[in-house]
């Protein structure tokens, strides 16, 4: 895996405004770093680090362990291959693969 060029954690949300409603997610020190007009896309990219890092994990152990090899029907086989295929295009497009 490649590592990532984001700007390290943690983040937090603050709400900067209420009308126009804005929310920004900044550093610890306060650093700016997005901002967004609803919080719900604001969580979801506070947690985007963590649910790569989550990802990354996942298809590591996963390739790792042979887990798509270890069934007998060639269907549950592509299934899991389209699952660990899915997990690594998310990763790339990320720029962490």
Not at 66 to 93: D, M, V
Request: glycine share 4%; net charge neutral.
């Amino acid at each position: 895996m490649k590592e990532a060029k984001y700007t390290p954690g943690p983040w937090h949300l603050i709400h900067a405004s209420i009308e126009p409603p804005m929310f920004r997610v900044c550093t610890d020190d306060g650093t700016t770093i997005a901002e967004f007009r609803d919080a719900e896309n604001a969580r979801l990219f506070i947690a985007a680090p963590k649910l790569a890092a989550a990802l990354e994990e996942l298809e590591t152990e996963v390739a790792k362990q042979g887990w798509i090899n270890c069934t007998p029907k060639p269907s549950e086989r592509q299934s899991r291959i389209n699952l660990l295929n899915n997990a690594r295009a998310a990763l790339a497009k990320a720029g962490l693969l």
